[in-house]
């Protein structure tokens, strides 16, 4: 089984900065892509950021720079440093990782708990 652990949210001012931290446990052989998701109240999640096990980023167009994902792979770990904060990137913020439990099974998904990040203007 594996567990993931979100960390980092909370309430920040307008043009603030906050750094969120997915940590995964449990029985782990590999992690392909590792991203951060989003879903502001009555609105769809979103994706935000995704890095692969190669270090290929993919960054939502909406974020203009200011959001920078990455992953320690010794433990197992996914970050998401937010910079520039806006009222708008209020929401509640999933990781989700793509892993397998040995070399022969299949990539299954997993998402966090969700902590919430709340901008004020």
């Known amino acids: 089984q594996v567990q993931l652990v979100e960390s980092g949210g909370g309430l920040v001012q307008a043009g603030g900065f906050l750094r969120l931290s997915c940590a995964a446990s449990?029985?782990?052989?590999?992690?392909?892509?590792m991203a951060w998701y989003r879903q502001a109240p009555g609105k769809q999640r979103e994706l935000v950021a995704s890095i692969t096990s190669g270090g290929s980023i993919n960054y939502a167009d909406s974020l203009q720079g200011r959001f920078t994902i990455s992953r320690d792979n010794a433990k197992n770990t996914v970050y998401l440093q937010m910079n520039s904060l806006k009222p708008e990137d209020t929401a509640v913020y999933y990781c989700?990782?793509?892993?397998?439990?040995?070399?022969?099974?299949?990539?299954?998904?997993?998402w966090g708990q969700g902590t919430q990040v709340t901008v004020s203007s």
């Open positions: 449990g029985s782990i052989f590999s992690i392909n892509t």
């Open positions: 989700k990782l793509s892993q397998r439990r040995s070399a022969y099974s299949l990539y299954n998904n997993n």
